[in-house]
């Protein structure tokens, strides 16, 4: 929007995905911009069995991408539509090859556009918004230990290393429609904000007092992804699981 300080920002970027001790690597995560200013955010954990989340993970952000291309306005209901469009593809994928039959995938997406942000996901792969030093918004993990944070027999800090936290409520692939959360209106940006959008194996050893620390270390988004990977490299062990990040930072042009 011309004369909108908002349209003005700079955006930096940077990707990180390792199969750590995995066999394969099930996550993927990209990020797509549409040469108008637009960006579109997207991170995937596949489940299912050997191969089987890898395919998911894939088609989802190859079906994300395409949906990007053809519409980026940041409202819920585009991000909905992707991931809608990605569940659908992964569905498909089940039918045509029977061996894929298990395939299912998290998923979590951030569309930006003119100085406005909105996000969508499925699963227990996060988004974290941080601005002035602080978490301004956190997903929630569709799961059982979520659930129980919710009903208030958990503390949130508590569902990290749950005995149930891998029984996960939602993703792409399961039976019938999707079950996803989307943010209900865009939230505008400024100067200083920063995404992560991350999958389990990082969030899990890495607390969010410690994404903060490691951001106020460091001055680009590769450097930041740098000191979050050293975390969870020094606390998992050899076969630990495969690991995943986009970091998105809002700067003033």
């Known amino acids: 929007m011309p004369g909108d300080p908002a349209a003005r920002l700079i955006l930096s970027t940077a990707t990180l995905s390792c199969a750590g001790g995995c066999a394969d690597h099930q996550d993927a995560c990209a990020v797509f911009a549409n040469g108008q200013g637009g960006l579109c955010a997207v991170l995937a954990n596949g489940l299912g069995g050997y191969h089987c989340g890898e395919q998911a993970a894939q088609q989802t952000i190859a079906t994300v991408q395409t949906a990007f291309a053809q519409q980026a306005e940041p409202k819920s209901a585009t991000v909905r539509r992707y991931l809608q469009a990605a569940h659908h593809a992964v569905q498909m994928g089940q039918q045509q090859h029977p061996e894929l039959a298990t395939m299912r995938t998290t998923a979590v997406t951030l569309l930006i556009d003119s100085g406005w942000a909105t996000w969508a996901h499925s699963g227990d792969s996060r988004l974290y918004h ?43 692939g399961e039976p019938g429609d999707l079950r996803l959360t989307a943010l209900p209106e865009s939230v505008a940006l400024h100067a200083g904000d920063v995404f992560l959008l991350c999958s389990d194996g990082l969030w899990e050893p890495v607390t969010e007092l410690e994404m903060i620390a490691d951001r106020l270390k460091t001055t680009t988004p590769a450097e930041w992804l740098e000191l979050l990977e050293y975390r969870v490299l020094s606390r998992t062990l050899a076969d630990h699981d495969h690991y995943s990040a986009v970091a998105v930072w809002i700067m003033g042009a």
């Open 130 to 172: 941080f601005r002035a030093g602080a978490v301004a918004f956190q997903t929630r993990d569709h799961s059982v230990p979520q659930r129980l944070v919710g009903a208030g027999d958990l503390h949130p800090s508590q569902i990290r290393y749950h005995q149930d936290r891998s029984q996960l409520l939602a993703a792409l």
